[in-house]
């Protein structure tokens, strides 16, 4: 029977080779996509399987467990991160048990193999998960190194810290995806698998109990939340007037901080509700915005600008004759959106891009409503700027073919405004849109680059100008030769934008042009990096 390894769980995103089982895991031919969906299917089936089978005989109770550790026995911290947050949570666990008086060595994925899985007799791993349930790009070569062959970790006790968004089918797919392989292989689960929606300050601060108790209960200082910067929104301007598609936006901020990013870092916004949404709110419960809260410092308005307001009539329920201050313990707050950053610091602003999203009542989304209608010009905006190092710039000046549509640009001018800064050239932009007419985004930057030669080439695909509609993954196929020979002369790859229709089409495509085999060469040499959403 033959089973098919794949990092995403049921996702498109990112297939790997085909393999063969029988007595042990080998290489065999590739399979098309469907078949490539419906044998990993089987692939993870099989592995519960197989689990359940032998759970009872090979689980160690947990004091089974402790017994065997030791006390001086060095933990392994490992992480897999699309974006940097779970490298930064890797590298806060790491230090946290440091601080506890532990030996610990923290690794990425990508560098662990068997052997150094047998190393060890802990293991904490912190790993994401992009999109549909697939697993980071840093993730792809532990897949296929390690996961994929038939070994026993009897001796390693474990514990999982996946990250994931609610908003998608499959939650904490690649943490799944890596419990269930870890249970197959007879290692012994320190703790259950702890699962964070998105930054969920309560799940983070379960994981960190349980870092205590694995310290032998050790106090442990609780991790800082990063502060936001207060920055001022000095320009906001409509990119896309006359579009078919919703609004976009170019936001820029200023402020008085000597604040760094580099291309490819992330802008993580702190919202405000709207005043009309608060007024609303306080007129449905019967309640003064007006009188003071907390210590005084605050007016029960203002209070409630940063909380998660109610819209549905059954949430209102338990808020219905309380008073301010019992309303506010019960609303938590705002979650904070995400940016590509469209600038460089050279730049002296902060650049977004941002698309106006609706939720199906009307209202404006939560990030995009707030910054691109509510906010008013030179109002404070709260911003923390995340490192995100699998989308920074190549070490190198190597040539550079940039991917992405729709919003995606933001990363993208980034990367170019940052490569034009340095002097370097050989960049080569492919992008989709609808209309010509109305979404070239930064057409006159884009032309200027063209002509100072940072931007050799320039390939668009926009869907709506012709009766056959025409996308990005079209134009790539298209000039595939070409890329071939960018990537064979050394070129990487950078793709920015849409998660769930560009980057899976693109994926594919370049699997045609590149084969398997090369891509994921591309990919463990840090030359094909992607920022989707």
């Given amino acids: 029977m033959k089973f098919v390894m794949k990092h995403a769980l049921v996702g498109l995103t990112f297939f790997l080779p085909s393999l063969a089982y029988a007595e042990s895991f080998h290489m065999a031919h590739l399979l098309n996509a469907a078949a490539v969906v419906t044998l990993y299917l089987l692939f993870c089936g099989w592995i519960v399987w197989r689990y359940r089978k032998t759970a009872a005989q090979a689980r160690l109770s947990k004091n089974q467990v402790n017994a065997n550790l030791g006390d001086e026995s060095s933990i392994l911290v490992a992480y897999a991160s699309q974006t940097g947050n779970a490298e930064q949570l890797a590298q806060k666990t790491a230090e946290s048990l440091k601080l506890a008086g532990l030996d610990v060595e923290i690794h990425a994925l990508s560098a662990i193999n068997t052997d150094m899985l047998k190393r060890f007799t802990r293991a904490l791993f912190v790993v994401s998960t992009t999109g549909e349930g697939d697993a980071p790009d840093n993730a792809v070569e532990f897949i296929q190194k390690v996961m994929l062959e038939d070994t026993r970790l009897t001796h390693l006790a474990y514990a ?276 010509a007419k109305h979404d070239a985004y930064f057409k006159d930057e884009l032309e200027r680059w063209r002509e100072q030669g940072v931007l050799a080439r320039v390939e668009t695909a926009f869907s709506r100008d012709q009766g056959e509609r025409v996308y990005v993954q079209d134009v790539l196929r298209t000039v595939g030769p070409d890329v071939l020979q960018w990537v064979n002369g050394g070129a990487a790859i950078y793709v920015c934008g849409s998660a769930s229709g560009m980057a899976p089409a693109v994926h594919g495509v370049l699997l045609e042009l590149l084969g398997e085999a090369k891509l994921s060469t591309l990919t463990a040499a840090g030359r094909y990096r992607r920022d989707v959403y």
């Fill in 160 to 435: 999982i810290l996946a990250l994931g968004d609610t908003s998608y089918t499959h939650f904490c797919g690649f943490g799944h995806t890596l419990d269930t392989w870890l249970q197959h292989t007879h290692a012994n689960p320190l703790f259950d698998m702890v699962e964070v929606d998105k930054s969920d300050d309560g799940a983070l601060r379960h994981w960190q109990y349980q870092l205590s108790v694995l310290a032998k209960d050790t106090e442990m200082a609780d991790w800082k939340t990063p502060e936001y910067q207060h920055w001022q929104l000095t320009e906001r301007t409509l990119l896309n007037a006359g579009s078919a598609g919703a609004p976009v936006y170019h936001l820029r901020l200023s402020t008085q901080q000597d604040m760094h990013w580099q291309a490819g870092d992330i802008a993580e916004v702190g919202p405000r509700n709207a005043q009309k949404s608060i007024h609303t709110f306080l007129k449905r419960l019967g309640l003064d915005g007006a009188i003071s809260v907390g210590d005084g410092s605050m007016t029960f308005n203002e209070a409630l600008q940063n909380k998660l307001l109610p819209h549905d009539a059954a949430d209102f329920d338990g808020l219905v004759s309380l008073d301010a201050e019992a309303v506010l313990l019960r609303l938590t707050t705002l979650p904070h959106r995400e940016y590509s950053i469209a600038s460089i610091p050279q730049d002296n602003s902060l650049e977004l891009v941002i698309r106006q999203t609706h939720y199906a009542d009307g209202r404006l989304g939560i990030g995009s409503g707030w910054l691109t209608e509510y906010a008013a010009l030179n109002s404070d905006i709260a911003v923390r700027i995340r490192e995100n190092a699998a989308f920074h710039p190549p070490a190198n000046d190597i040539p550079l073919i940039l991917i992405g549509n729709g919003t995606g640009i933001a990363g993208l001018r980034a990367h170019l405004k940052w490569r034009a800064h340095a002097g370097q050239r050989n960049s080569w932009l492919i992008f989709g849109e609808r209309n």
